[in-house]
Antibody
């Protein structure tokens, strides 16, 4: 079955870059049907979709307006994974970050990673 | 962005009760609505998609209904494993994906 395995640091200093990776097992980041997403959850903001990457003969990205100036999501076909980079973080970016698959371009999130608690603090 | 409002925020119920949670969208999302269950320390789990389609492996006591702006998640006979927080989420093609604030189902 499809599984997503997240990795990355749990502590990031203010103004630095948050970087997380999501490894895909049982599916392909280059799938022509699935989309690969990052979502975060905090007590103050609830569940918040951040962005996605997907392949439909070429690569596409969509990002939430709230983070659009600071976020990059990249696929890595050689390792079958995708990554999240969030620049210039502040304590407001403290949250549990999840990667998730949507099985179709416009679909619900059927497979989730285990979550990574990221704290932004000096 | 489309706002999703769930009610109630907390629901106290007993094993065997029928439970209903409501989710309202700030604009028409047709049937592009999902329901998730989340337990402490775990990722959300997809229960229902396209408003009423049961995700594979999810018990049939869960059901979803609605379209447009008003939706419900029902649990026909609450089981001990169902005490959790439930979220709705819209995935209308014209708008970024957004979630409701959650409904916590607790033991009465």
């Amino acid at each position: 079955q499809v599984q997503l395995q997240q990795s990355g640091p749990g502590l990031v200093k203010p103004s630095q870059t948050l970087s997380l990776t999501c490894a895909i097992y049982g599916d392909s980041v280059s799938s022509n049907s699935a989309a690969w997403n990052w979502i975060r959850q905090s007590p103050s903001r609830g569940l918040e979709w951040l962005g996605r990457t997907y392949y439909r003969s070429k690569w596409y990205n969509d990002y939430a307006i709230s983070v659009k100036s600071r976020i990059t999501i990249n696929p890595d076909t050689s390792k079958n994974q995708f990554s999240l980079q969030l620049n210039s973080v502040t304590p407001e970016d403290t949250a549990v970050y999840y990667c998730a698959r949507a099985p179709t371009t416009w679909g619900a999130f059927d497979i989730w990673g285990q979550g990574t608690m990221v704290t932004v603090s000096s | 962005d489309i706002q999703m409002t769930q009610s109630p925020s907390t629901l106290s119920a007993s094993v065997g009760d029928r439970v209903t949670i409501t989710c309202r969208a700030s604009q028409n999302i047709f049937n592009w609505l999902a329901w998730y269950q989340q337990k402490p320390g775990k990722a959300p789990k997809l229960l229902i998609h396209k408003a009423s389609s049961l995700q594979s492996g999810v018990p049939s006591r869960f059901s979803g209904s609605g379209s447009g702006t008003e939706f419900t998640l029902s649990i026909s006979s609450l089981q001990p494993d169902d005490f959790a927080t439930y979220y709705c989420q819209q995935y209308n093609t014209d708008s970024p994906w957004t979630f409701g604030q959650g409904t916590k189902v607790e033991i009465k």
